[in-house]
Nanobody, 121 residues
């Protein structure tokens, strides 16, 4: 069983910063990719940033230049450094990971429970 444990959400004023973290815990062989998604009230869940096992990163246009995704592979943890936060960044942020449970097995998709980020104007 694999769980994604998120932390770091909270309330911040516009222009402020927050760092989210997500650790993959449990028994598995390796992690293929880790990513952050977000969902604001009334909106669909959207990709914020992703990081592959090869080190490639991808960002939504709305956060490019303000958010940075990084990974600590030794700790099976992904971080999202969020700077210059805007009220429109308010959402529940979800960690996502594609995990290989066994050698030569396919990847399995996991989601965290989400952490709320609220940016006040």
């Amino acid at each position: 069983q694999v769980r994604l444990v998120e932390s770091g959400g909270g309330l911040v004023e516009a222009g402020g910063s927050l760092t989210l973290s997500c650790a993959a815990v449990g028994s598995f062989d390796s992690i293929n990719s880790m990513a952050w998604y977000r969902q604001a009230p009334g909106n669909q869940r959207e990709l914020v940033a992703s990081s592959t096992s090869g080190g490639n990163t991808n960002y939504a246009d709305s956060v490019e230049g303000r958010f940075t995704i990084s990974r600590d592979n030794a700790k099976n943890t992904v971080y999202l450094q969020m700077n210059n936060l805007k009220p429109e960044d308010t959402a529940v942020y979800y960690c996502n990971s594609v995990v290989r449970l066994f050698i030569l097995s396919g990847g399995v998709n996991y989601w965290g429970k989400g952490t709320l980020v609220t940016v006040s104007s």
